[in-house]
């Protein structure tokens, strides 16, 4: 795949440029290394098998993983059904840091999935959202780690470490901000903290 592209947001105009970019790498397979209003993570395409192969082998575990959705109605489009508190914890919490985990229809790669039930975020951060609209709606996502290991953030020395695994770095506008999000499972009208 060659040299790790480092693409670094600086204004709106580059930014919108450097996303268009970044979504073109992630269409074609390649992952990323980005930050979120949250933990930094690794990012893939949902709808491309090849990026989801990657992120399971960096990783290094087969599923389930996160969805970063571009708006709560691509979000909400993933529920089998939209109870009133599945609505009202996604009106009061998104976009936000907040992680929600629901019965969905599994239309998409089992990646995505763990027992019926879909994890899916609607991110504080502009440039997440405006990266995952420009993939399809959803990002598949995890934290940047390897088993085990510290979450690190998206820089130069990270790059050339993993480039046989990441395709591009991306630093939105905003830091992360440096801790998990909170999860919450909507179960009909039963909401339970599970962070």
């Given at each position: 795949?060659?040299?790790?592209?480092?693409?670094?947001?600086?204004?709106?105009?580059?930014?919108?440029?450097?996303?268009?970019?970044?979504?073109?790498?992630?269409?074609?397979?390649?992952?990323?290394?980005?930050?979120?209003?949250?933990?930094?993570?690794?990012?893939?395409?949902?709808?491309?098998?090849?990026?989801?192969?990657?992120?399971?082998?960096?990783?290094?575990?087969?599923?389930?993983?996160?969805?970063?959705?571009?708006?709560?109605?691509?979000?909400?489009?993933?529920?089998?059904?939209?109870?009133?508190?599945?609505?009202?914890?996604?009106k009061q919490s998104w976009p936000g840091s907040v992680t929600l985990v629901f019965p969905a229809t599994q239309v998409l790669a089992k990646a995505c999935y763990q027992q019926g039930h879909v994890a899916i975020r609607v991110d504080n951060d502009e440039e997440t959202?405006?990266?995952?609209?420009?993939?399809?709606?959803?990002?598949?996502?995890?934290?940047?780690?390897?088993?085990?290991?510290?979450?690190?953030?998206?820089?130069?020395?990270?790059?050339?470490?993993?480039?046989?695994?990441?395709?591009?770095?991306?630093?939105?506008?905003?830091?992360?901000?440096?801790?998990?999000?909170?999860?919450?499972?909507?179960?009909?009208?039963?909401?339970?903290?599970?962070?």
């Open positions: 795949m060659g040299a790790p592209a480092k693409l670094v947001a600086t204004n709106a105009v580059s930014t919108k440029i450097k996303t268009l970019k970044v979504a073109h790498i992630l269409r074609a397979g390649g992952l990323l290394g980005h930050t979120t209003s949250t933990l930094a993570g690794v990012a893939a395409s949902a709808n491309s098998a090849r990026g989801i192969q990657r992120v399971q082998r960096f990783k290094q575990r087969k599923a389930p993983f996160l969805l970063l959705a571009d708006s709560v109605s691509t979000a909400l489009k993933q529920a089998v059904m939209i109870s009133p508190a599945l609505r009202k914890l996604a959202r405006r990266l995952a609209k420009y993939c399809g709606g959803l990002l598949l996502s995890s934290s940047l780690n390897r088993k085990g290991k510290a979450v690190e953030k998206p820089n130069h020395k990270l790059r050339f470490r993993w480039k046989r695994y990441l395709a591009a770095t991306f630093h939105a506008s905003q830091q992360s901000q440096g801790k998990a999000s909170q999860i919450f499972k909507i179960s009909g009208h039963k909401i339970k903290q599970l962070r």
